[in-house]
């Protein structure tokens, strides 16, 4: 069956793309650095991930210098990023890659989702950008961007819905080399210019086929959806607690961490999370450390 023509959004938008490109050095990396880039990515700006990327690839260039790497060394160099999580299911992940794929990412889209912390958006992530596979590449960015000049709304819906999907299915490029380049194209472009407050629609170079502009730019029916409010959080609790444990070579007792975290319930509920999440463990009577 012959595929409809492609959208008119796809080559002024690539075109953009090759003179706005961020110099990202993930773009230019191995598939394990793709991968890295995709864990560290989640929930958190490039520009902080830029410097810890680049220090993580000198160090565990490879999945299997990392798998063989104590968790505890991976958490400390994790350090401030936050979702400390993060970190221990990258171990897990290169564990899994040294032991199953002889220490290579697969180009596979179910032996990728089958890694720990890796989900559809990551799987496609990965295949497109490291193994220039067409995949739907479907994150919050690109999500906006489809949503505002195929659908005519100011924002995505809260989850990926079956229709969505199929929205995307028949934009993305049919070649495998252009859809992978678009899905960079449109992702970068929903960072840097179709943003969630204040999109540059002035500017913008497919702004004649937005549907959301020919309805006037209709409000979101839902509202922003906010991050919930960081200081004095259990979240915060948790990183002063785990920060505490990674500064010290040797274990720390509770009573030290009631310093650093004074209020007990919050303390309490920290610790128990962080124990139930394998992020910390117990270590003698009354004391805590990362980790082996
Ligand atoms: S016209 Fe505005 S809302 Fe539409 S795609 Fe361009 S930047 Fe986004």
Not at 101 to 107: D, N, Q, R, Y
Not at 113 to 138: I, K, M, N, Q
């Amino acid at each position: 069956m012959a595929r409809a023509a492609e959208s008119p959004v796809i080559a002024p938008l690539l075109e953009w793309f090759d003179e706005h490109e961020r110099p990202l050095p993930w773009r230019r990396s191995t598939p394990w650095g793709v991968l890295v880039s995709e864990f560290m990515l989640q929930q958190t700006p490039v520009d902080r991930v830029l410097p810890l990327w680049t220090a993580w690839l000198e160090r565990w260039p490879t999945p299997t210098s990392l798998a063989e790497a104590p968790v505890a060394d991976v958490l400390r160099a994790w350090g401030r990023l936050g979702y400390p999580r993060r970190a221990q299911r990258l171990h897990a992940t290169a564990v899994v890659l040294r032991d199953q794929h002889e220490g290579a990412v697969p180009e596979d889209h179910q032996a990728l989702l089958a890694l720990p912390g890796v989900g559809e958006y990551t799987a496609a992530a990965v295949l497109a950008f490291a193994f220039g596979r067409r995949s739907l590449v479907l994150d919050t960015n690109v999500r906006r961007v489809v949503a505002r000049t195929v659908g005519g709304a100011a924002e995505p819906t809260a989850s990926i819905s079956a229709p969505e999907r199929a929205l995307a299915e028949a934009l993305w490029p049919a070649d495998d080399a252009r859809s992978a380049r678009w899905s960079a194209a449109v992702m970068e472009f929903g960072a840097l210019v179709c943003t969630a407050r204040s999109p540059s629609c002035l500017a913008c170079p497919i702004q004649e086929h937005c549907t959301w502009v020919a309805l006037g730019q209709p409000v979101a029916a839902t509202g922003s959806r906010r991050q919930p409010k960081y200081d004095g959080s259990d979240r915060q609790a948790r990183g002063h607690l785990l920060a505490a444990l990674r500064d010290s070579s040797e274990p720390v007792s509770a009573r030290t961490l009631a310093r650093t975290w004074p209020d007990a319930d919050q303390r309490r509920r920290a610790l128990t999370s962080l124990l139930a999440d394998g992020l910390i463990v117990r270590s003698g009577r009354g004391r805590f450390a990362l980790p082996d």
